[in-house]
């Protein structure tokens, strides 16, 4: 089955704490990207990669990290040093040559 | 600074009726112009791509359609049903990035 998966689907942060967000892609998209979703809002982007062990800081990165060390995978730490985490997070990848992106279902993640 | 913006926030319409979404975007030099489908909780699927150099695209009872020089786009829904009910947002590419509207969120009520 071809696609995004993102997991958790749900996923609880303690004060302090960092929480990895995972994104993996089969579809041999050279390009992927985390959005972060709030309510009445558009999607707003914080990292991007074009290629493996490449990223850009996007709109809103701090308090966020990445790795690109694999094609297929474009893991999202939050780190304690993000004070409002709560947020619905967003996957996406895409042919650069194409420039369309194509989204996994997200990880909702919440502040105990 | 691109903007994009959606208006309505929020629309309610009875079954069977035609609808328009409107996109407006504040900078006309975008790579492309894409209309989005969101479900409560879920990811986006994409509807429809409108390149810059097009006028509008349709797929089945979706019809949406760029016009650059004025910064807008619309989203036209015919014959609405109510498994339509979902948020749509509207995405202008600028080749470097991606900049999203807030959407617009759809009720079809049977």
């Known amino acids: 089955d071809g696609g995004i998966t993102q997991s958790p689907k749900y996923l609880f942060r303690k004060e302090g704490q960092n929480v990895t967000l995972s994104c993996e892609q089969n579809l041999n998209h050279d390009a992927m990207y985390w959005y972060r979703q709030d309510p009445g809002q558009g999607l707003r982007l914080i990292y991007y990669?074009?290629?493996?062990?490449?990223?850009q800081k996007g709109d809103i990165a701090e308090g966020y990290s990445v790795s690109r060390e694999k094609k297929e995978s474009f893991p999202l730490t939050v780190t304690s040093a993000q004070k409002n985490p709560t947020a619905f997070y967003l996957c996406a990848s895409g042919l650069l040559a194409k420039n369309i992106q194509y989204f996994g279902a997200g990880t909702r993640l919440s502040v105990l | 600074k691109q903007e994009v913006t959606q208006i309505p926030a929020a629309l309610s319409v009875p079954e069977g009726e035609n609808l328009v979404l409107n996109c407006s975007f504040t900078d006309s030099a975008i790579y492309n112009l894409q209309w989005f489908r969101q479900d409560p909780g879920k990811g986006l699927t994409s509807l429809l791509l409108i390149q810059s150099s097009q006028r509008e695209q349709t797929s089945g009872r979706l019809n949406a359609s760029l016009d650059k020089s004025s910064g807008r786009s619309t989203l036209y829904i015919a014959a609405s049903q109510p498994g339509d009910s979902a948020t749509y947002l509207c995405?202008?590419?600028?080749?470097?990035?991606?900049?999203f509207g807030a959407g617009t969120r759809l009720t079809v009520k049977p």
């Open positions: 990669s074009q290629i493996v062990n490449d990223f």
């Open positions: 995405a202008v590419d600028l080749r470097s990035d991606m900049r």
